[in-house]
């Protein structure tokens, strides 16, 4: 291994290679701290060639590496593998080309997603994804998560957004792929390395589509006496044809942990439901009429359409930390990503409060009701014996439902090392089999973010368990999302 | 048909174990076997020097619309005309152009064809969500799912979109369906101006217009050369009147409104006008900000070869489709040139004559990724019996 720390400072410099066990904290896990490994060293390349270089000295030692953005991930995607790797590509941050012509943008990986908005913004365009955590989350990181936000159910994943990468791959070779004309012949390899959680190669240089800033923007808020009359809301919508930007869906208990952290002045009621529509004018003011019948049919028991730009932040300030929030309502809580078809939301969302009752422990509920993927939040206190692992049960029988109701184990978050156990009760053997196929074809030594995805016997510093807090978090550096 | 395939072993699975079956079948004792849908796209890619075997996906045409979820389950045979007379009784439709009418869902996905629906809805590829696939090694598999947001495992609904039925056999295939609009509407206006047609479809892309389709057409002969910009607007009622006008007044007062049966035909039009006739058919992109230059280096290639060229394409996308009317050395000419210019990229020849495609590589350069895909086919078709040696990998 030294011989390989050497060859690292040899690359990148100094500088740029950490191995005090100090200095190795930071990275032993990402935003999932209950998963944590302590890798070898942590390399921080600041070019595409140092990135080839680094992989190169891996695959000749035979070390296992895994890349890293911004370490804001929610399924371990960014774990090291203990004794490893972790390139870090935070420095590789430059914006290389704005092309608003062509409507689309280069940029390193270690770019945030709102850093391209950011760019565009004064050409009036802006990047579509927006994942929760778009502040400070890297685009190397969406790219690896396919990440998608509350505004995917009309404009789609990261995946719809990216037109071209430069990718270094498991043996050090860089190619592009993708291409910056469209339909690039052959199979779609785009496709499959976006989301493909960083086990197929590190992306270096991403170019992505822009679009143009819609003319009018509205969002209503909603609320409910019952989840019921929600739901029925949001399947009243989607039946008259109507494609929101968003559908969000708020229960009591996320409404009060939103109250009491940001204040966004929701009504206390059992649900809320924020629809957002844009587009030409014309048209959002003809929909959001047909919207707002349908809430009142629904048995809305009270409208409140924001006319201001500031009410339409303060809304989704009380969506957008709805998670964090429930700090102040539970000392500890488990976030949990799931799908269900959205016809099997209201039938799903009644276990998971027959699962809160049966076991006592408070679920929160926030979630993009317009594609059925939940964010139920598990409130447990580690002080209580056996709380965290109870929580841990709950979090793992919420996706059983999910599975059973034909959905998915996550919409967003990722397989990464947290689920990959998982996996089973959705894939057969077979379906398994063929994807570790495609990822030996490209990698065949298995180095490249090994233990992610794809069930495998668990090695040392992978174990699950109840939450630790993070070093960071309890100096008082930082918070959980 | 491909050459080659008229002493082929035909064999029409009734079901995907059967489909497994038969691919495990062919591998086994290494057959060159080609999967066929409605085989409207068939003659597309490479000559094939042999093919042993015909699996056709004819029997495959279940359809699970889940209306209330905006999906559908689709088997890989069944036609997209079905599928969307199928999906309207519930007032939904897959957003996906064809110019065939007997194109199969299996072949859209596995040649990823797209018209002018892609400016607003993407390709058959942004909407899949989940796949079924046969494997040569017999295993019958999934990935992704039946919910329109899932990140669960690899995406190999995307790695088989543009395969061309090298890697498997598409089974079935599920896919994010959408509402029909209420209303639709579509302006059409003649430039003889490259220029202006350009000037105007910056000002349409500029504007806060939401468009389902935006697309160009031009027409090339000795004398003249005629374009067309063609823009479809279709929403609620208001919207889509409202966005008409504005549509028509950016466009100038020639504009033609068309609505109805003539909207319809407007679109086929545009569709197959490219597969009319007997000349080559060349898929080829570019930059959207050069689509002035474009229609200038194909008004230029006309006069070099002198023989008729059709052009439509998506402004926004930058995806065109070209035919190239007169003789293959003239056709291979047209197409070297098209290759050759910096402007242009992944020219690819789809539809053309054993001569000319003897002559010149369908495909073109694949790439620095085309050893991944390489390695990729090799993993899941050993044995090499996948297309016949006509597909891009």
Known sequence: MQALIDALRKICGDGAVLCEPAALLAYECDALPHLRATPAVVVLPTSTEQVQQVVRACAAAGVPFVARGHGTGLSGGALPAAGGVVIALARLNRVLDIDIPNRRVTIEPGVTNLEITRQVAPFGYYYAPDPSSQQVCSIGGNVAENSGGAHCLKYGFTTHHVLRVDAVLPDGELVSIGSDFADPPGPDLLGLLIGSEGTLAIVTRVVVRILRRPEAVQTLLAAFDTMAAGGAAVSGIISAGIIPAAVEMMDRLAIEAAEAAVQPNFPRTDTVLIVELDGPEAEVRETFAMVEDVCRTAGAVSLEVARTDEQRMRIWRGRKAAFAAMGRVSPNYYVQDGVVPRTMLPEVLGRIRALSDRTGLRIANVFHAGDGNLHPLICYDERIPGQATLAEEVAGEILNYCVEAGGSITGEHGVGADKKDYMPRMFSEDDLAVMQQVRDAVDPQRLCNPGKILPAPRLCGETPGPYRQHPVEAAGLGERF | ?393
């Open chain 2, 1 to 393: 048909m491909a050459a080659g395939s008229a002493t082929a072993e035909i064999v029409t699975p009734a079901d995907g174990p059967q489909l497994a079956a038969a691919l495990h079948a062919a591998a086994t004792e290494r057959k060159a076997t080609v999967i066929s849908g409605g085989g409207t796209k068939i003659d597309w890619g490479r000559t094939a020097s042999r093919i042993d075997l015909v699996i056709r996906t004819s029997k495959l045409t279940h359809v699970t619309h889940r209306f209330g979820d905006l999906t559908a389950t689709i088997g890989a045979g069944a036609t997209l005309l079905d599928v969307n007379r199928e999906l309207a009784q519930h007032g939904q439709w897959l957003p996906i152009d064809s110019a065939f009418d007997g194109a199969t869902i299996g072949g859209i996905i596995a040649t990823n064809d797209a018209g002018p629906l892609r400016h607003f809805f993407g390709t058959a590829r942004d909407r899949v969500l989940g796949v079924t696939l046969a494997m040569t090694d017999g295993r019958l598999v999934k990935a992704g799912g039946t919910v329109v947001k899932n990140v669960a495992g690899y995406d190999l609904g995307r790695l088989v979109s543009g395969s061309f039925g090298t890697l498997a056999a598409i089974e079935s295939a599920t896919f994010k369906v959408a509402p029909l609009p209420a209303v639709s509407g579509s302006v059409r206006i003649r430039f003889v101006s490259r220029e202006a047609l350009h000037q105007r479809a910056q000002a349409l892309a500029e504007s806060p217009l939401e468009l389902m389709a935006f697309d160009v057409h031009a027409a090339f002969t000795r004398d003249e050369a005629v374009y067309h910009l063609l823009v479809r607007v279709a929403s609620t009622p208001v919207a889509t009147a409202t966005q008409l006008e504005a549509a028509r007044a950016m466009t100038g007062t020639d504009a033609d409104v068309l609505c109805d049966g003539e909207e319809a035909e407007l679109w086929r039009n545009q569709v197959r006008d490219p597969w009319t006739g007997t000349g080559a058919v060349v898929r080829l992109s570019w930059r959207p900000a050069d689509l002035s230059s474009v229609l200038a280096l194909l008004q230029d290639m006309q006069h070099r070869v002198e023989v008729p060229i059709v052009m439509t394409g998506r402004i926004g996308t930058g995806a065109g489709t070209v035919r190239i009317d007169g003789a293959a050395p003239a056709q291979v000419a047209a197409i070297q040139q098209l290759r050759s210019a910096s402007l242009l990229g992944n020219v690819v020849v789809l539809r053309a004559d054993p001569v000319v495609k003897d002559t010149i590589d369908v495909w073109g350069p694949m790439g620095s990724s085309a050893r991944v895909m390489d390695a990729i086919k090799r993993k899941l078709d050993p044995a090499g019996i996948l297309n016949a040696g006509r597909g891009p990998i």
